[in-house]
């Protein structure tokens, strides 16, 4: 009797959601911090819908704020910071990833990160928070409510899942692109073809040998065979002095 594998059924909340950072920290006094990056990761061999939620919704502008993720891929979601005040200086939000089949409706997995705004980061040099303040937290968000964010979509999320293919590819332009970057530009002749080909242009205005009205010392008269010679030599220099 042939025996059926099946799946086993997910209970509600059991599944492990790996997002990355854990934490977000926006400091008001550096413009390219109010642009945070949170990269949801789906390391199971079924795709996953995402939706993010947020005790605060109207201080952030998520990008893409629910979308789904492919098998063992990647989805990042861009959270930028749209109130940048001083009362807001200190105050802990939080937001809750939740994730689910895509042909459920129950949230399988769900995880939560903290997101705070900060006046400098020269203020404040990252140590471990105290005891105190992790209680705090923990007492401000004991009974918060999550709330769906505005839709703010961009461009297809499937466009950027981030597949081991897809990755090999980009790192691949990257490299070439450096290689080129690299690469000495030319900067026109050598000093060594200039002065090869300014010996050769004096060569040639030297008499030839044989002339008798000439103020030039007679060793420094030269054949028409050394003449052609020079003049030789200076046609090649031209073309590469040209081609750099």
Not at 37 to 42: D, G, I, S
Not at 154 to 166: D, E, G, I, M, N
Request: proline share 7%; net charge positive.
């Amino acid at each position: 009797m042939q025996q059926q594998h099946r799946q086993p059924e997910l209970v509600e909340g059991s599944l492990p959601v790996f997002v990355f950072p854990t934490e977000l920290v926006f400091y008001a006094d550096e413009q390219s911090s109010h642009k945070q990056v949170l990269t949801l990761y789906n390391p199971y061999e079924f795709a996953l819908k995402f939706k993010v939620l947020c005790t605060a919704p109207n201080k952030y502008t998520v990008v893409d704020a629910t979308g789904a993720v492919k098998p063992q891929c990647c989805v990042d979601i861009v959270i930028r910071h749209r109130d940048v005040r001083a009362c807001h200086y200190g105050v802990y939000d939080k937001f809750r990833l939740q994730v689910s089949e895509q042909s459920q409706r129950k949230a399988l997995g769900r995880k939560e990160v903290t997101a705070t705004l900060r006046p400098s980061a020269s203020q404040e040099p990252p140590s471990p928070r105290p005891q105190d303040e992790e209680r705090r937290i923990k007492e401000q968000f004991a009974d918060s409510e999550f709330f769906e964010q505005t839709a703010f979509q961009t461009a297809p999320v499937s466009l950027r899942h981030s597949s081991r293919k897809t990755q090999s590819v980009l790192i691949g332009r990257l490299t070439r692109r450096k290689q080129a970057e690299s690469r000495p530009v030319a900067g026109g002749p050598s000093l060594l073809t200039v002065l090869l080909g300014l010996v050769c242009m004096a060569a040639l205005m030297l008499p030839t040998l044989g002339e008798q009205e000439s103020t030039v010392p007679v060793y420094l008269h030269l054949s028409v065979n050394k003449k052609l010679v020079a003049a030789y030599v200076l046609g090649l220099l031209t073309m590469v002095i040209l081609r750099t």
